[in-house]
């Protein structure tokens, strides 16, 4: 086996990961919102109905992870699809306009977070 093929099943493995670890953190998103829901109901007023009310949320909320995580894994990525709910596009475009205008950005820094030494 070569370096290069080496190097593809290891490039392979690598981005199986990082779709998984993004499948894993949609998929808790509404499982945990479900736990959240049962845990309160449950332990609101502790019976066995409320537990199995609670338990069945938080089975609605996994098996709702699960399917819309694996959908996303199919359509777009889920590398992809989390790059673009965390991008913030205000600070790409106060970004471009301080820019445009020549500026550093000091414009928009608080004094509060100034260093009290360079003050005299």
Same mark, same amino acid.
């Given at each position: 086996?070569?370096?290069?093929?080496?190097?593809?099943?290891?490039? *392979? %493995?690598?981005?199986? $990961? +990082?779709? !998984?670890?993004?499948?894993?953190?949609?998929?808790?998103?509404?499982?945990? *919102?479900?736990?959240?829901?049962? !845990?309160?109901?449950?332990?609101?007023?502790?019976?066995?109905?409320? $537990? %199995?009310?609670?338990?069945? $949320? !938080?089975? %609605?909320?996994?098996? %709702?992870?699960? *399917?819309?995580?694996?959908?996303?894994?199919?359509?777009?990525?889920?590398?992809?699809? $989390?790059?673009?709910?965390?991008? +913030?596009?205000?600070?790409?475009?106060?970004?471009?306009?301080?820019?445009?205008?020549?500026? +550093?950005?000091?414009?928009?820094?608080?004094?509060?977070?100034?260093?009290?030494?360079?003050?005299?």
């Amino acid at each position: 086996m070569s370096d290069r093929e080496k190097r593809d099943k290891l490039s *392979i %493995v690598g981005a199986f $990961l +990082t779709e !998984a670890i993004g499948w894993l953190q949609i998929m808790a998103s509404p499982l945990l *919102i479900g736990l959240a829901i049962g !845990a309160y109901i449950y332990f609101d007023s502790p019976s066995p109905i409320r $537990l %199995v009310l609670g338990s069945l $949320l !938080a089975t %609605v909320g996994f098996l %709702v992870g699960v *399917i819309w995580a694996t959908r996303v894994w199919k359509r777009t990525g889920t590398v992809r699809f $989390l790059s673009r709910i965390m991008e +913030t596009p205000e600070l790409d475009e106060l970004k471009d306009a301080n820019a445009t205008k020549g500026g +550093t950005g000091d414009q928009y820094r608080s004094s509060a977070y100034e260093d009290p030494r360079t003050h005299e």
